[in-house]
């Protein structure tokens, strides 16, 4: 199957590899940034939540441990207070003398505690002998008790439970009516009281308190609108004291924590005595949270659809680029190198446009070149058969001239014959063959001396060649025509001496450089203008042939690496070439 798909991808188009690539290299990777977005945002708002529910739970475990407190401390204030213990002690003994006196005594004092905090619903004393002397605010009674009642003892039991223990008890949640038929849930803290200066009689009674559930709901439920918060107070055994949902309280804990969805949080109060605990229902949080991810998936589709539109312009912008370019390459294979790729392309296509361009061009005038080399090679070929004559026929005609000049004593032709000889050798052979700079030089000074002679020493040259580039290797009477050209054509000169001046030397690591100079009349600015920007390959040879025929050679053999220049005035002519030695 990933064959198959790769064997197609590779047969499309490169722009729809290119679209293929830029959409995959885009919406990829934005579907993955945006899942770990909303992962990012997930976890960040479940932290967020994390961090305010911890608050609420610290405040409402402080609010829990300041409420009890205040209870305890009343609590304390009685148990510390020895008076109501020795009111116990006589108590316990049945003193009926005072026995209706002290009993009225202790339930005038709980009645005023009672007064000074409302929020308690009872208050009593229980003796040696379970005998309950309180009062009562649900009933403002201390005879008709709700929270003491004789039918029920519960109460009794947190009273025996505190002649056991040295510390506050606490009991589990009671539900019990008033007269009225109205539910009310309670819970009872206990102390033992005792002497404080005879502890070996030990308990003498206990206190209790009787506090309304509601009251201790009000600590700790936070106000939730939105009902997404179950909060409740449970005791050791995993029973619900109290909660912001009635229908729970009595119950077990554990069916409370199932509920799926659900964050848990809780903080034990009055050290492990109780635990707070907080379900937070986090579906309204999902419920946040999904309008924050299709808003994100809409933004998303957005951006997807943008980018896609954008990927189908640039790969459309794309396909035509690379058809037009490949339809000038389909022309120019099939011969036509006259096409070329109109275009205004800055990028790489630019490129690629403007080289194909200049390269079928350079292709088309080496064409033209070519056919005009072969053209001029066969007329040369006419030319040459018309003009044959066998070399050793001139030698030995020359050399039979040169004899009856040295019979006649005439030594000066007999020289100028040799050197014609050795130059019509020289040229002859291998015409367009490779020399030595060394070869060239000794041709050149044979063919100077005999110019001499011709004009009867009229002009003087001096050559300058370095010895380095003697054994150098150069192209055949390839300057000859410039020595000759400066004879012919730039004297007589202005200085009343003419003079020609040869340079030959070594230029950079690959070229080499060759310099005519005399201070003849100079040339027509038209004239140099014209071979300095010579188009060799459709210019004819009418005029100036030798000047011409060394521009023509140097690119022929030479090419791009060759060059030639005039520079002319009226003081004289200096024509420079530079080609690659070998």
């Known amino acids: 199957m990933i064959r198959k798909l790769l064997n197609r991808y590779k047969s499309y188009s490169i722009a729809k590899k290119t679209l293929i690539i830029l959409l995959a290299g885009s919406i990829v990777p934005l579907m993955i940034m945006e899942t770990i977005t909303c992962m990012i945002a997930a976890s960040t708002l479940k932290r967020q939540t994390d961090i305010l529910m911890e608050s609420n739970m610290k405040l409402s475990q402080k609010g829990l441990e300041d409420y009890f407190s205040q209870y305890d401390s009343i609590i304390m204030s009685i148990y510390t207070e020895n008076q109501y213990a020795l009111k116990l002690e006589k108590l316990n003994v049945w003193d009926s003398r005072n026995y209706y006196?002290?009993?009225?005594?202790?339930?005038?004092?709980?009645?005023?505690?009672?007064?000074?905090?409302?929020?308690i619903l009872g208050i009593a004393v229980v003796t040696q002998k379970k005998e309950c002397i309180g009062y009562d605010s649900v009933t403002n009674s201390t005879m008709n008790s709700f929270c003491f009642p004789n039918r029920d003892n519960s109460w009794l039991e947190v009273a025996d439970e505190t002649f056991?223990?040295?510390?506050?008890?606490?009991?589990?949640?009671i539900n019990r009516k008033e007269d009225n038929g109205t539910s009310r849930n309670i819970i009872y803290l206990g102390h033992r009281i005792a002497d404080i200066n005879n502890y070996r009689q030990g308990t003498v009674g206990s206190i209790l308190i009787c506090l309304d559930e509601e009251r201790i709901r009000e600590t700790y439920s936070q106000e939730d609108k939105q009902d997404r918060t179950v909060s409740f107070l449970c005791d050791?055994?995993?029973?619900?004291?109290s909660s912001n949902r009635a229908e729970l309280i009595g119950t077990r804990i554990e069916p409370?924590?199932?509920?799926?969805?659900?964050s848990i949080y809780t903080k034990p109060v009055l050290n492990g005595q109780y635990v707070l605990v907080t379900?937070?229902?986090?579906?309204?949080?999902?419920?946040?949270?999904k309008y924050i991810f299709e808003v994100i998936i809409l933004l998303t589709i957005l951006i997807i659809i943008t980018s896609v539109l954008i990927m189908l312009r640039f790969a459309e912008s794309l396909q035509v680029r690379v058809e037009k370019i490949t339809s000038a390459m389909d022309k120019a294979y099939k011969g036509d190198y006259t096409v070329q790729i109109s275009h205004s392309w800055q990028d790489e296509f630019g490129t690629i446009a403007r080289h194909f361009n200049h390269m079928v061009t350079k292709i088309d005038q080496s064409g033209r070149m070519e056919?005009?080399?072969?053209?001029?090679?066969?007329?040369?070929?006419?030319?040459?058969?018309?003009?044959?004559?066998?070399?050793?026929?001139?030698?030995?005609?020359?050399?039979?001239?040169?004899?009856?000049?040295i019979e006649n004593e005439q030594f000066l032709i007999s020289k100028m014959l040799k050197n014609l000889a050795n130059i019509l050798r020289y040229s002859i052979h291998k015409s367009n063959g490779v020399v030595s700079v060394r070869s060239e030089t000794e041709y050149l000074k044979q063919y100077i001396f005999l110019q001499q002679q011709r004009f009867s020493f009229s002009f003087h040259c001096i050559m300058d060649i370095?010895?380095?580039?003697?054994?150098?290797?150069?192209?055949k009477l390839l300057f000859q025509p410039l020595i000759e050209n400066s004879i012919n054509h730039g004297f007589p000169?202005?200085?009343?001496?003419?003079?020609?001046?040869?340079?030959?030397?070594?230029k950079g690591e690959r070229h080499l450089m060759f310099e005519v100079k005399d201070n003849g009349k100079g040339m027509d600015s038209e004239l140099i203008h014209e071979l300095n920007h010579y188009d060799y390959s459709a210019s004819s040879l009418e005029g100036s042939i030798g000047v011409r025929n060394v521009i023509m050679r140097i690119k022929y053999y030479y090419g791009d690496e060759g060059h030639f220049e005039i520079e002319s005035d009226e003081n004289g002519t200096t024509v420079r070439a530079e080609i690659l030695f070998e």
């Open 101 to 119: 006196l002290i009993k009225k005594e202790l339930e005038d004092d709980l009645e005023n505690i009672s007064y000074l905090h409302p929020e």
């Open 164 to 173: 056991l223990n040295t510390r506050t008890v606490y009991s589990d949640m």
């Open 236 to 241: 050791t055994n995993g029973i619900i004291i």
């Open 256 to 262: 409370a924590t199932k509920a799926r969805f659900s």
């Open 279 to 289: 379900i937070r229902d986090n579906r309204e949080l999902l419920k946040d949270f």
């Open 371 to 405: 056919k005009e080399a072969l053209l001029r090679e066969k007329n040369a070929e006419l030319k040459a058969l018309e003009a044959q004559i066998n070399p050793h026929f001139l030698y030995n005609t020359l050399d039979a001239i040169n004899w009856i000049a």
């Open 466 to 475: 370095e010895e380095e580039v003697m054994d150098l290797k150069m192209h």
């Open 493 to 506: 000169g202005k200085s009343g001496e003419d003079l020609i001046t040869i340079t030959i030397r070594k």
